[in-house]
């Protein structure tokens, strides 16, 4: 490539032979920042101005709409003449339309058919619920949608798309169960409306491709050269799709990485790219945004899975601060640590905008967010509401205001209807008419005029009983603000109703916020005076009360119009990005890695886990601060201790501050082994049968071959092993040892 008329200076040796691989099946292992975008970009500029190759006859096919933004940007700043990038530019559903706005015709539908996005979904499946005469309450809009998808891809494309074309429907019987009723009727409303979902995008142009050969004809002979980004997030119908089309031309191009598939919990399979069939595979492991130090501990944590390419990140990057390790006493404490080394890096002059705090799940934002408030730091829920603004929070806040002070109208309002009793706008606007008529507040009035039929045949004289019971309750002197959440929560009907939407994120934030309000009763309930007048002839505030009046500085959103502020957000959120300065935040063993994850997946939710950990601590730059707390976990109900991560990584790649219990670490022991005989019952072996793997000991593995044995975790049930050209730490079941002559 000495020749090209592209400017290929910068490639190092790994990214030219990438971009020089043309022909054939070809599988380039892309590292963390070791640059995949550069080279898919100038592969496609060298194909079409050093081999000639029209860009009609190339698919380039990404993840997300913004990365296909991001690549024709790119490409088009390569290309002499940037018409050259043409739409086969794409996500895999934009290829999927590209290819039903010329075949769609053969099932029966325009070509101007329309595409449901989610709130039209919901829309139909609320009408279909409707004219079934299903009960809301049992059953939520959330499942049905989840039931559809999953009927769906139970089916695939064979079994479900020719009810869609003409006559299809005509072929069913009537002994149908409710749950079969409930597919068939959303897919007669997607048919009067000529419309397809994402997955019927993808489903309706399989059909098509395996059905009419000469439609499967024509698309083959127009790609003669096929590149697929991210390809570890692909599923099973996406994988079908590259097949397909790049059956004829052979040529095919896939980047990937699969220590970051983080998307195999909803259907994404990162195996079929580790056994991809390729002719030349090239790793990219330079990495180019972080130091050493970050990727020495990135590289010693994903080294515990299984389910991988094998590869070591390196860089050319000098040497910094070591990852540091907090550990602290308490959440708070926790909290304040990061709050105060934010604050002080900015007094430093570093950005607000280089920081990011990065966190396994979305509750745990709530006490870094008032740590930032107090420290008058600027941040931003990145793809979020921030936890405070969170509609569960403020209904729950709602509750509690009102049982503190039952002429809090603007409470009054929020909560009234929630969840529903059928007390709608209509009923409220007359119930505003008449406490303004009376000079009373709306609870007041409500109460005074509950036998009204307007208002009778509403539930509210159950929410006034609700209001007054524990309005009275909260004035008592000992009363917990806790307990009086804890019950609201529960006689207001509001946990249940949030329990049968089945949105777990929800429901852990309501029990993020008792464990807070739990907290705050802790570290204050010694402070405050008996319910007694004082000598200005007025009473103390109760606890309760003065809770609300502290989480009320927590609910202003000052800080929204800032935009030089810094970061929080899910890992899941934060990949594809990066940051000077990290903050992994939450690294307690059932939280990070979270052991719903585990029991519901078992070694492949253990081994998603950790690529999340992987993908977090790749996020850094200059810095990475790995925290976590002692305490008691809220969502859990159980005393928190030290992620098994942190106890994967390698001997003196980390600093640690603050001082961690030896039990703690037991603890964590214990945990991990616990869990691992319940989940991993087969390959399980108990730390007595640890003694044939110890320190010196010669073993056997698979794919990496022969090697010795340099430490021994009996606790984990695994071995840290040399084998010449690198160090893994392994479980018993991946080894035989070798036995002496």
């Known amino acids: 490539m000495a020749d090209s008329v592209l400017d290929i200076s910068g490639l190092n040796a790994q990214q030219l032979e990438a971009v020089e691989a043309t022909e054939g099946r070809v599988r380039v292992v892309a590292g963390a920042g070791s640059g995949k975008t550069r080279v898919l970009a100038t592969r496609y500029a060298y194909l079409v101005e050093d081999i000639g190759v029209d860009p009609a006859n190339i698919l380039c096919m990404t993840f997300t709409n913004k990365a296909a933004q991001e690549m024709k940007q790119r490409i088009g700043s390569l290309l002499k003449d940037t018409a050259h990038v043409n739409d086969f530019v794409c996500t895999i559903h934009g290829f999927c339309v590209k ?21 039209d979904a919901k829309t139909f499946a609320k009408e279909v619920m409707k004219e079934l005469g299903m009960d809301r309450s049992a059953i939520t809009v959330k499942q049905v949608l989840s039931h559809i998808a999953y009927k769906k891809s139970e089916l695939g494309a064979g079994g479900y798309i020719p009810l869609l074309l003409p006559g299809g429907m005509e072929k069913l019987g009537e002994a149908m169960d409710e749950r079969e009723r409930v597919f068939m009727r959303y897919l007669q409303r997607q048919l009067k409306f000529l419309a397809l979902d994402f997955d019927d995008l993808v489903y309706a ?47 095919l191009f896939i980047v990937g990485d699969p220590d970051q598939a983080i998307y195999e919990w909803r259907g994404a399979k990162p195996d079929f790219f580790v056994d991809f069939p390729a ?45 540091l390790h907090l550990h602290a006493d308490s959440e708070p404490e926790e909290a304040e ?40 730091v600027p941040y931003t829920v990145w793809g979020g509401v921030r936890f405070f603004e969170r509609k569960e929070i403020k209904d729950a806040l709602a509750y509690l205001r009102l049982a503190a002070n039952p002429d809090d109208d603007m409470s009054f309002e929020r909560v009234v209807n929630v969840p529903s009793r059928h007390f709608g706008e209509s009923t409220l606007g007359r119930l505003k008419a008449v406490a303004e008529t009376l000079g009373k507040s709306l609870f007041a009035t409500l109460v005074e005029n509950i036998d009204n039929k307007e208002f009778s045949r509403t539930q509210a004289r159950e929410f006034t009983y609700l209001i007054e019971k524990y309005h009275a309750t909260s004035a008592g002197e000992g009363i917990k603000a806790s307990d009086l959440l804890e019950g609201i929560l529960t006689e207001s009907g509001l946990k249940k109703a949030i329990r049968k ?98 029991r519901e997946r078992k070694l492949k939710g253990l081994e ?27 969502n859990s109900k159980q005393s928190k201790y030290p992620s098994r991560f942190l106890t994967e990584i390698g001997k003196g790649l980390v600093e640690i501050e603050g001082d961690i219990d030896e039990t703690l670490l037991k603890g964590t022991a ?48 695994s071995a840290r092993v040399d084998f010449g050209s690198r160090t893994v730490n392994l479980r018993y079941s991946a080894l035989t040892p070798v036995p002496h002559k």
């Not at 949105?503 to 402070?527: P, T």
Request: net charge negative; with cysteine.
């Open 205 to 251: 142009t399989l059909y098509i491709l395996h059905t009419f050969p000469d439609a499967r004809e024509y698309w083959q002979n127009e790609l003669d050269y096929v590149q697929v980004d991210e390809v570890q997030d692909c599923n099973a119908t996406d994988w079908e799709i590259i097949n397909i089309v790049s059956q004829r031309c052979g040529n």
């Open 608 to 634: 998603e886990e950790r690529r999340l950990m992987y993908v977090a601590v790749t996020r850094g730059e200059k810095a990475v601060v790995l925290t976590e707390s002692e305490g008691f976990d809220f």
């Open 501 to 598: 939407d089945m949105d777990e994120d929800r429901l852990q934030n309501i029990n993020e916020l008792l464990g807070a309000v739990k907290l705050y009763e802790q570290q204050h309930s010694d402070d405050l005076p008996p319910l007694t007048e004082g000598p200005d002839g007025q009473r103390p505030l109760t606890l309760l009360e003065q809770y609300l009046q502290d989480v009320a500085l927590y609910t202003n959103a000052d800080y929204r119009k800032d935009t030089h502020s810094v970061r929080l957000m899910t890992i899941h959120q934060a990949k594809g990005l990066e940051f000077p300065y990290v903050f992994v935040v939450g690294l307690t063993e059932g939280i990070f890695p979270s052991h719903r994850s585990i």
């Open 670 to 717: 214990k945990l991990v082994r616990k869990l691992d005989s319940e989940i991993f019952a087969e390959e399980f072996i108990d730390a007595n049968d640890g003694d044939e793997f110890a320190p010196g000991t010669e073993v056997l593995h698979k794919r990496f071959g022969r090697g010795t044995v340099v430490e021994n975790n009996p606790d984990r049930g």
């Open 279 to 323: 002719d030349r595979t090239i790793v990219l492991d330079e990495n180019y945004r972080s130091t050493p130090d970050i990727l020495a501990v990135a590289n010693s944590v994903i080294d515990h899975n299984r389910m991988r390419i094998p590869k070591q990140l390196r860089t050319s990057k000098s040497h910094a601060a070591r990852v």
């Open 99 to 119: 290819v039903l706005r010329r075949e769609i015709y053969r099932i029966g539908f325009p070509k101007n058919f329309n595409i449901v996005d989610e709130d």
């Open 337 to 376: 640590w990061v709050a105060k080394r934010i604050r002080s890096l900015a007094d430093a002059g570093e950005p607000y905008s280089g920081m990011a705090i990065l966190y396994r799940a979305a509750h745990l934002s709530r006490a870094f967010e008032q740590a930032l408030i107090k420290e008058e």
